[in-house]
């Protein structure tokens, strides 16, 4: 940048040759600006942008600086706040920090001063404390420091810490943060006496000793539902030959071969239970092919069993089954599913 010489230039147009003024363009000749903001000078006061600048007051002490909406200053003890709006009145708070250099944050409306953990509100004036305010009557809780991550810090009493930090553990290892930045505080509780310790001790163990009768009370309850579900009762025999008996053992075998022997002594007691109330056939063979009864019976599997070889445990349980033992309590129809007695995979009801 060429800046002409008033003195020898006459007012000429060679004058305007000299000065070009202001080019914005992408290319400026000599002796023109290509870019030229809020810059000013005596030579040429037609492009001074800035207003000349004055003193506005005297800080004394001066320990901080912020502006948000207005000019906030901390001088020794005093906060004077200073509104953008010439109409509205400043704020003075006399003795409301501590006298010390000062770190000023600015959050909505509100500017943070630390360390003494105040916030001064722009919008009312007022100065409050940093911290959190709980109460409930009859109910306590406890607040712990931890770090921007929530990390929480233990104070370890048993380091020795310099004057003005406080010892604190972190990942096993101590460490020291600057007391200005933390609040410790002294946690007591209400004081009981002996009588009502002990008082308090005989209601737990009574309270813990009415838990375990009612628990038992519940468990007892269950194994009796239970044992009554697989209650075996002895009935009369039904008259049945040989074939009768390998019939029942094969319709056992096909419905519960794969069952327990309680399960397939169930079975073998459904049929006889049939055979005995007059509801159904009254012969073991008249029941096992009635129409839509038994699966085995219609799709052939009986037909196949009986040719082939039926398992002992199917047997015997046939041959207790028509001796009139019952271990179903009655029961005239059984499945995979459902609600009823449970005996082994399968419901009885």
């Known amino acids: 940048m060429v800046l002409a010489d008033r003195i020898r230039l006459a007012n000429t147009r060679q004058l305007l040759r000299a000065f070009g003024g202001l080019n914005e363009t992408y290319g400026c000749s000599e002796a023109e600006y290509s870019a030229g ?15 000349p600048r004055r003193r506005l007051r005297a800080l004394t002490g001066l320990n901080g600086m912020y502006h948000l909406n207005g000019l906030l200053t901390v001088c020794g003890r005093d906060i004077t706040y200073t509104p953008d709006d010439a109409a ?14 000062k770190a000023l944050v600015g959050i909505g409306t ?36 931890c770090d921007a991550a929530g990390k929480t810090y ?31 505080s002294l946690n007591t509780r209400v004081g009981i006496t002996i009588e009502e310790e002990q008082a308090q001790i005989a209601a737990q163990k009574e ?18 539902k239970e044992s009554k579900k697989t209650e075996t009762t002895q009935g009369e025999a039904v008259s049945a030959g040989a074939d009768d008996l ?4 094969a319709i056992i075998e096909c419905e519960a071969g794969g069952e327990s022997y309680e399960c397939q002594l169930a079975v073998g007691a459904v049929v006889i239970n049939r055979v005995k109330s007059g509801s159904y056939p009254n012969s073991i063979s008249g029941v096992i092919y009635q129409k839509g009864q038994f699966g085995p019976a219609s799709s052939g599997k009986l037909a196949r069993k ?44």
């Open 37 to 51: 903001v809020n810059f000013s000078t005596r030579d040429f006061p037609a492009l001074s942008t800035r207003t």
């Open 154 to 184: 233990q104070v370890d009493r048993a380091a020795q810490a310099p004057d003005g930090w406080i010892a604190v553990v972190s990942d096993s290892q101590t460490g020291y943060i600057a007391a200005d930045y933390a609040t410790r």
């Open 88 to 101: 509205a009145p400043a704020v003075t708070k006399p003795d409301a920090v501590t006298d010390g250099r």
């Open 246 to 249: 390998t019939l029942l053992a």
């Open 207 to 224: 309270a813990e000793r009415k838990a375990a009768e009612e628990k038992a009370a519940k468990e007892a309850a269950k194994a009796a």
């Open 110 to 145: 509100k500017i943070l001063i630390f360390p003494d953990k105040l916030a001064f509100d722009t919008a009312d004036g007022s100065v409050t404390a940093l911290g959190a305010l709980w109460t409930a009557a009859g109910k306590s809780v406890t607040f712990a420091p």
């Open 306 to 349: 009986l040719s082939g070889r039926i398992s002992s445990s199917c047997y015997s349980a046939a041959q207790e089954a028509m001796s009139g033992v019952d271990n179903t309590g009655g029961c005239t129809s059984f499945n995979d599913h459902g609600s009823g007695i449970s005996i082994g995979n399968m419901k009885f009801r």
